[in-house]
């Protein structure tokens, strides 16, 4: 399988996208003609450049208002034609794309469009030159991939072929399965793109909301599906028009486009077993078993005032390492690793952002076959020098500059290996487990996490929910395994102002602001924690009397959760309990939570009145001290 990207998806100059779309792994790319125009080379000199670094051209575009013209005009687009048919012969290409005209004088009838093909056709077929046609979501007379198959089906040319776009299948809401009816060597081309589904002008929709597969809401897996059931075998391109990629680095962005596209291409040759898919086997989307601990980089006085706040939320040090100036610190199933080795990546670590967490251990199925997708979709291995008595543990290098840790069962003693671990976990507050970690990224990122784990992980995403800042606005998604054995949230800042963006600064980047634990009994974990000498973020009065007027509280509940700055939130489903850590450096913290029946969500509608509090507690540019 032959992957490639318009040149038009990412941002920089041509150099940079090109540079940028070679390092991503992609074979090749579309010239979009605005971006070879703006070039200062000449044909010659741009295909040469391009094959220099080991790329193909496999397609140039776009064309546009060809077919159905008045007399005059129709010349005048055979001329053009020819003209452009000069210049790829120059690139070194043999395929262009024509999409369905919307010149206001365009006739319509698909007999007049499969004349002016096949007349097309013939002037291709001197110049070894094939021509795709493409339905424009918003073209003029030809705006569904059934009509333009049909003006190519009589246009009844070999050097006349079809183009498909999901995006203008998909936006139009045709139903895909329509293309496994034509034959797969008419389909010369195919592009792919996803959006968020949004209900506006189709033209402004896809030239400015359109995303990588995977990071919106089409069906672009059914899509691509009912391609490759009929038989097409050729390159399958991205074509994205997005404002915010075009202002993003090229290497991410080209990165992110590879990873869709692999990870796409993976799920439809699983769904699609009976057809071949030219995609080497690879490991499936991996199933996740839980957190195996959380990982921070720290020293001296902040690692000594994070051990303090352990202890008073119940943690005990249960194991130092045997080589390392680590330490473990556990409660029921939820482990937290303090860092404080200077020499290395938690080292690093500390030296750019201070105290942060640094390393996230998952519990995966098989801890190699979750490396080994995680390479082939493009993220590279993280390795370090194994030392005495260590174990040898699979890992990647995450987003955000972290490191990802799998575990499987053949790392089951590797606490008592490295750490001197024994026994069962001390119940301490009754924390049983990480129940989700949040990260927090700028918004133009949030895609790109999301992608990520997506592709990578047996999760699902929630629909983005907008977290109120008293200065200013936090994007925030959810992604979750199934069982909700593994969560993350994903908070987008958009100003340094809001307390996701102002960490962000402060941390230089740190990619977690927080870490959630879950317990059996939040009041029984309150009354413990009352007595270890654990600071809760204050709750204002207003707040609990505004629960008193949303919900039917018992008195006493009500009087508790105030007394302990216990946080509340109902859905269908159950309930939902959060009790808060003061900010630490830089604007980390911990959440405390019990989720009750099945409530699923993160207790959103708390968020302004949680960041307010938080905000309270921050003493000018700094953190109050622990």
């Known amino acids: 399988m032959k992957t490639s990207i318009a040149t038009v998806?990412?941002?920089?100059?041509?150099?940079?996208?090109?540079?940028?779309?070679?390092?991503?792994?992609?074979?090749?790319?579309?010239?979009?003609?605005?971006d070879f125009i703006a070039d200062a080379g000449s044909p010659r000199d741009v295909g040469r450049r391009i094959r220099d670094m080991g790329l193909e051209i496999p397609l140039f575009q776009p064309f546009r208002d060809f077919e159905g013209l008045p007399k005059a005009l129709r010349a005048k687009a055979f001329d053009r034609a020819e003209r452009k048919f000069d210049l790829m012969g120059e690139l070194g290409t043999d395929l262009v794309l024509f999409c369905s005209s919307v010149h206001p004088e365009a006739l319509g009838g698909i007999d007049r469009a499969a004349e002016d093909f096949h007349a097309l056709g013939e002037r291709a077929a001197a110049r070894g030159i094939r021509v795709g046609y493409?339905?424009?979501?918003?073209?003029?007379?030809?705006?569904d991939h059934r009509d333009a198959w049909e003006i190519v089906r009589r246009a009844d040319h070999a050097n006349i072929g079809l183009i498909l776009d999901s995006f203008h299948t998909l936006g139009r809401k045709i139903d895909p399965n329509s293309i496994r009816s034509i034959p797969g060597d008419k389909i010369f081309f195919v592009q792919l793109a996803d959006a968020p589904m949004i209900e506006m002008d189709l033209l402004y929709w896809s030239r400015h909301f359109r995303n990588m597969p995977g990071e919106g809401d089409l069906a672009v897996s059914e899509f691509m599906r009912a391609v490759i059931a009929a038989g097409y075998r050729g390159p399958i391109s991205l074509e994205i028009f997005n404002d915010q990629f075009r202002a993003g680095l090229p290497r991410t962005i080209a990165k992110d486009g590879y990873r869709s596209l692999i990870g796409l291409m993976d799920e439809v040759r699983r769904a699609e077993p009976e057809v071949s898919v030219d995609l080497a086997p690879m490991p499936g989307r991996m199933e996740i078993r839980g957190t195996e601990f959380v990982e921070f980089a720290t020293r001296g006085a902040e690692a000594d005032a994070l051990k303090n706040l352990l202890g008073t939320l119940g943690f005990s040090k249960t194991g130092q390492h045997v080589t390392k100036a680590a330490s473990l610190w556990q409660q029921g199933d939820a482990r937290v690793v303090l860092n404080e080795e200077p020499g290395d990546f938690a080292g690093t670590a500390f030296n750019v952002h201070g105290t942060s967490v640094c390393d996230i251990g998952i519990r995966v199925r098989s801890a190699h076959e979750t490396v080994e997708r995680a390479i082939r979709t493009g993220s590279a291995p993280f390795v370090q020098p194994i030392g005495p008595g260590q174990m040898e543990i699979p890992a990647i290098w995450g987003l955000g500059g972290s490191i990802l840790h799998f575990f499987d069962d053949a790392h089951h003693g590797v606490w008592a290996q490295e750490f001197g671990q024994s026994g069962p976990a001390p119940d301490g507050a009754g924390l049983s487990h990480v129940d989700h970690v949040a990260q927090t990224m700028t918004y133009d990122e949030m895609l790109s996490w999301s992608l990520f784990y997506c592709t990578l992980f047996e999760m699902?995403?929630?629909?983005?929910?907008?977290?109120?800042?008293?200065?200013?606005l936090v994007r925030s998604r959810a992604i979750a395994a199934p069982d909700g054995a593994f969560r993350i949230t994903l908070n987008g800042a958009e100003t340094h102002r809001t307390l996701a963006g102002s960490f962000l600064a402060e941390s230089f980047g740190a990619p977690v602001q927080h870490v959630a634990f879950g317990c059996r009994d939040i009041f029984e974990t309150a009354k413990r924690l009352a007595a270890t000498g654990f600071s809760a973020l204050?709750?204002?009065?207003?707040?609990?009397?505004?629960?008193?007027?949303?919900?039917?509280?018992?008195?006493?509940?009500?009087?508790?959760?105030?007394?302990?700055?216990?946080l509340y939130d109902r859905d269908a489903a159950g309930e939902f309990f959060q009790i808060y850590s003061r900010p630490f450096a830089g604007g980390m913290f911990f959440e405390l939570i019990e989720r009750r029946a099945g409530y699923g969500g993160y207790g959103a509608p708390n968020a302004p009145f949680r960041i307010a509090a938080q905000k309270r507690l921050i003493r000018g540019k700094g953190m109050p001290k622990l």
Do not use: C
Request: charged content about 25%; cysteine-free; glycine content about 6%.
């Open 9 to 34: 998806s990412i941002s920089g100059n041509f150099n940079e996208k090109l540079e940028a779309i070679a390092a991503a792994g992609f074979d090749g790319i579309e010239i979009f003609e605005q």
């Open 134 to 143: 493409e339905a424009l979501a918003w073209g003029r007379h030809v705006n």
């Open 460 to 472: 699902d995403k929630a629909a983005m929910v907008d977290v109120i800042d008293p200065d200013g």
């Open 538 to 566: 204050p709750m204002p009065e207003n707040y609990y009397a505004d629960l008193a007027a949303r919900f039917d509280l018992a008195e006493e509940q009500l009087a508790l959760m105030q007394a302990h700055n216990i």
